[in-house]
C-alpha cells in the first residue's frame, strides 16, 4: 500500500512477521530445553523446534516473495 509516495505495511503483512519472528523464536526456545518441560523426550522436543524453525522461515519468505511481486506490480516503482 502506498499512501503519498511511501509504503504502509498492511495489517496482514504486520501480523505475518508478527507470526514469522514468534515461531521462529520458540522454535529456538524448544530447541534449547526452555520452553519445555524436563520430562519431554529430547526426539519430540527436537522435532518441535525443527517443525516450528522452519515455519517460521517459510512465513518470512512468503511474506518477502509476496511483497517483491506486489512491489514490481505497482506502477512507476523501481524493483529494490
Partial sequence: MRVRGVNIPTLTTVLGVAASLAAFVLGILVLTGLMLPEHVTT?????MGIV???????RALRIYFDWKRSWSHQPNSTHP
Avoid: K, V
Fill in 43 to 47: 526426539e519430540l522436543r527436537t522435532m
Fill in 52 to 58: 516450528l524453525l522452519l515455519f517460521g522461515i517459510f
